[in-house]
């Protein structure tokens, strides 16, 4: 086993996501029912059946966490040992399923977390009008001098470097505002406003990571038995005290995606598997290092792929 694993944050989700998997195998099914017994109500139905719920944050996060459990469950049917793999990361909330995977905590302790800090950060949305515009084509000098500029107006923040050309910034809706209007002055050929509840990773989510701060105090966290390379530092993190500070940090700083992958390219790591609903990291690391393989499971018959 020679492939890194990473997972998928929110953004990934698709309303069924996960049923084709729970059809197909009952490692899966076994995933969900444990997911909705944990949480006294019925994800599946949620994840499957909901329309437009599934895009909720407080829905979306335990529902992507759920489905790329379910799908690594099945993979260490057929042979995959996570606790072999060269590194782990995951993407925003993706980093939980990450150290989920390396043994640092359970799935009921896990699903838990995310399931609050999807409350938590709808929450914080609600409370402070918010959001989120991706700059194509822009470098992070570029979006950083953006983000200056609309902090005129209210917090405005880059929240993820995930790619080059990937750059997203997040922010209280009047300083997006002046920053769309500023964009192509400061050679930003386009701006694209997501649909996201809020402004993730800003500190419009403050309230968000400090709820979240407190429940870390209180579940057990171990070693991680592989390398988890964390979305705050872009580097591995090993000690549990560290793990609960960054992941409270990770609520309020920008993501490094591409540093965190720059590490592992850097590290002769050139294999990597992304198991979780659709193939959005498979589609980065293209633009990060497109020589590298990122083999995608994100649906049933990617088992035999």
């Not at 060269?86 to 995310?114: C, H, I, K, N, Q």
């Not at 515009?133 to 470097?161: D, K, P, W």
């Not at 990773?201 to 592989?226: I, N, Q, T, W």
């Amino acid at each position: 086993m020679n492939e890194a694993i990473l997972y998928p944050g929110q953004g990934a989700q698709f309303e069924g996501m996960g049923k084709d998997w729970c059809e197909a195998h009952e490692a899966a099914r076994r995933t969900f029912e444990e997911a909705d017994a944990v949480l006294g109500f019925e994800l599946s139905s949620k994840c499957w059946t909901s329309g437009d719920e599934v895009h909720r944050t407080d829905v979306a996060q335990p529902g992507i966490f759920t489905t790329s459990v379910a799908i690594t469950r099945v993979l260490t049917e057929h042979g995959l040992d996570p606790w072999v793999a060269p590194m782990t990361a995951g993407l925003s909330l993706g980093e939980y399923t990450a150290l989920w995977s390396a043994g640092v905590v359970g799935f009921s302790d896990g699903l838990r977390l995310v399931r609050l800090r999807g409350e938590a950060m709808q929450a914080a949305s609600e409370a402070c009008p918010s959001g989120m515009v991706s700059l194509m084509g822009a470098t992070e000098e570029q979006a950083r001098n953006l983000a200056a500029l609309g902090s005129e107006f209210g917090i405005c923040q880059v929240a993820n470097l995930n790619a080059p050309g990937q750059v997203i910034v997040s922010g209280e809706f009047g300083a997006l505002d002046a920053l769309e209007a500023a964009a192509k002055d400061q050679g930003v050929r386009r701006t694209r406003r997501l649909t996201v509840a809020g402004g993730f990773h800003s500190e419009c989510m403050r309230p968000a990571a400090d709820r979240l701060a407190g429940a870390l105090k209180e579940v057990e966290l171990r070693a991680p038995r592989v390398p988890v390379v964390s979305n705050v530092t872009g580097e591995p993190v090993s000690h549990p005290d560290e793990i609960r500070e960054l992941l409270a940090r990770q609520v309020c700083s920008p993501v490094l995606w591409e540093a965190s992958m720059r590490w592992a390219i850097g590290r002769d790591l050139r294999k990597f598997l992304e198991p979780g609903p659709g193939k959005i990291l498979a589609g980065l690391m293209g633009r990060i290092e497109p020589e590298v393989e990122v083999r995608s499971a994100a649906v049933p018959a990617d088992i035999e792929a």
